[in-house]
C-alpha cells in the first residue's frame, strides 16, 4: 500500500532543501513517463509568466502560446503535483451551483453567460487529447446517483434548468434502469450525462505540458513562487531566480503560498479529500459493478466518487477535511464507504491511498480577476476542477489579448469572505458542513 501525506506548510511555500515529487498515488505509479525540467536560476523573461502547472495554468499557457505569445511557466513542485495530478478524474459539466441558484443569487445575465459556457471546458479537453493524442484513459459518461426522491427531484430540476443552457445530453434514470449503471443498493435512482466523463488526470496535464513545450513555451519545475514585484513589467521572485514578464497570471489554487497574492489568498479554504485505489479486481466483477463504466458520483453535500481504472481496479474518493490537514489514516476514512456502496467489496485489499486539497470558495463558484492591469489571478472551482480550470485558464488568455467579456462575467461575481476571516473559517465551515449532512442523513 502506498500512503501519501501532505507537505509542511513549510514545504508548500518553497522554504524546503529538496525537491517535491508527485504524492505517491496510483497516478502517479501509472504515469506518462516526462523529464525533470530544471529549476529557474538566474534572470528570464516571457511575454507571460504563469504560477502554477496545473490545469488552469496549464490551459493559459496553452492558449496564449498557440496566440503566438511567449509563456513561461513556473510550477513549485512537478507538473500536475497538486490537485490537478490527484483528483478523481471525472469530467463534471457545469459548476458546483445550478443555474437556478445562480440566476437567484446573481441575475439572469450571469446565469445566461455562465451557462453558456458550462459545456466548454470538457470540450476543450476532449479537442487537446484528440488533437496532440494524450494518452490519459479519456472514457465517456458520468452519474450522478441519488438516494431519496427528495434528491430525484432535485437532479430532474436541475436538468430543466441545464437544458435551457444546451445540456441536451441530460438523461433521467430511474431504479429500473440503474442496474445498467451501477450495482448498489444505496440508490434508487440518478441522472446520466453522456457528455461527462473520466480520465487519468496526472496523465492529462503531462502531455497538456509536453504539448506546450513543443509550442515552444518553457516550463521550470521546483521553482515556487515567493513574491510578485508588481509594476508596468511584473517581476515573480523564486528561490534562485526572477521572471520578468508582461503579464502575470496566478493559478498556484489550494496550494499558492500567502505572500505570493494575499489580496486573494483568504478568498479560497483549502479542503482535503481522499482516494483510495483497489488491488486490480476481476474484470467480470468490475462489469457487474459498474456494467457501463461510468464514473459515479453521489448527491450528497459531502459525496462519494468512484470509477474503475483502465486496468481494472476500482478508484474510490470521498470525505472532505476542512483546512486542508491529512487524516490519519485514508483507507481507514474511505473503506467503509467502499463497503457500504458495494458489499462485494468487503475486506478487499489498497494498493494506493492519497489525499490532495483543492481550493473552496464561499459561494462555490470559482473566482477569477484582476490584481492589477498586468496580474490576474483564477482559483477556487470548489470540486468541479478538471472542466472549469480548463474553461477560466481560456478566458484568462483571452483576457491578455483583449477579449475580456467572457473573463468579465466572472471576474463581475462578488468573492465573499468566510465567516469568521482566516481564524474561524474553518470550524464555520464544518459546522455547516455537519448540518447539510446531516440533511443528507435525515433526507430532508
Known sequence: ??????????????QRSQPLEHAPSYYAATRTPAPERPALAGAAAADVCVIGAGFTGLSAALHLAEAGFSVAVLEAARVGWGASGRNGGQIVN???????????????????????????????????????????????????AAFTAKQMRELEREQRHWQRHGHQQLDMVDQAGLRGIVKSDRYIGGRL????????????????????????????????????EAGPRPLVHTPRGTMAARFVLVCGNAYLARQVAPAIHDDIMPVSTQVITTAPLPPDLLAELLPAGYCVEDHNYILDYYRRTADNRLLYGGGSVYGGSDPASVPAKILPLVE??????????????????????????????????????????????????????????????????????????PALPFPGGHALRVPFSMIGAWYYGLRDKLGV
Open 94 to 144: 457545469g459548476y458546483s451551483r445550478s443555474p437556478e441558484h445562480i440566476r437567484a443569487r446573481y441575475g439572469a445575465e450571469a446565469e445566461r453567460a455562465l451557462g453558456a459556457m458550462s459545456l466548454e471546458g470538457a470540450a476543450i479537453i476532449r479537442q487537446r487529447v484528440a488533437r496532440h493524442g494524450i494518452a490519459c484513459d479519456l472514457r465517456d459518461g458520468g452519474f450522478v
Open 1 to 14: 500500500m502506498s500512503l501519501a501525506l501532505f507537505p509542511t506548510p513549510a514545504q508548500c511555500r518553497g
Open 193 to 228: 450525462d453522456r457528455a461527462g466523463g473520466h480520465l487519468h488526470p496526472l496523465n492529462l496535464a503531462l502531455g497538456e505540458a509536453r504539448v506546450l513545450e513543443e509550442l515552444g513555451g518553457v516550463i521550470y519545475e521546483n521553482s515556487p513562487a515567493l513574491r510578485i
Open 340 to 413: 457500504k456502496t458495494f458489499p462485494e467489496l468487503r475486506g478487499v485489499a489498497v494498493d494506493y491511498a492519497w489525499s490532495g486539497n483543492f481550493a473552496l470558495t464561499l459561494t462555490r463558484i470559482p473566482a477569477i480577476g484582476r490584481l492589477s492591469g498586468s496580474l490576474y489571478y483564477s482559483h477556487g472551482d470548489s470540486g468541479h476542477g478538471v472542466t472549469t480550470t480548463h474553461l477560466l485558464g481560456k478566458l484568462l488568455a483571452e483576457c491578455i489579448q483583449g477579449q475580456a467579456e467572457r473573463f468579465d462575467s466572472f471576474a463581475a461575481l
